[in-house]
């Protein structure tokens, strides 16, 4: 299981990371089993990994508004939508569809 210590501290060191380094935290919270006991661990650690995830599309998304002439960030957000966003929005309805079926309620 991929251990949530090892995810970067900021978006920027985030940013260039393939959906293959960030799938194993996902599949690592959807094989955990959820009790009451680890709700609270389990949901700090979804939001570790989908804060960083807001952070670098809300990254692009003002270096792009900012500069819309800036071609670098232009193609970084482009693949950013391409490769990261679809599968990671794919990866967040798990999350929500595990913890909805799991019928705990937060600590």
Known sequence: MTSFA???ATSAEF???PWER???YYDGLLARPLTQENLAA???DWTAISALLDEVNNS???ATTVNTADAEAERGYTT???TIQPQA???EQRM???LLASGLEAP
């Open 89 to 91: 929005m794919a990866a």
């Open 6 to 8: 090892t995810l970067p």
């Open 15 to 17: 940013r260039d990371w």
């Open 80 to 82: 950013w939508l391409d």
């Open 96 to 98: 929500r569809e595990k």
């Open 22 to 24: 960030i799938a194993p």
């Open 42 to 44: 389990w949901l700090a």
């Open 60 to 62: 692009y998304t003002i």
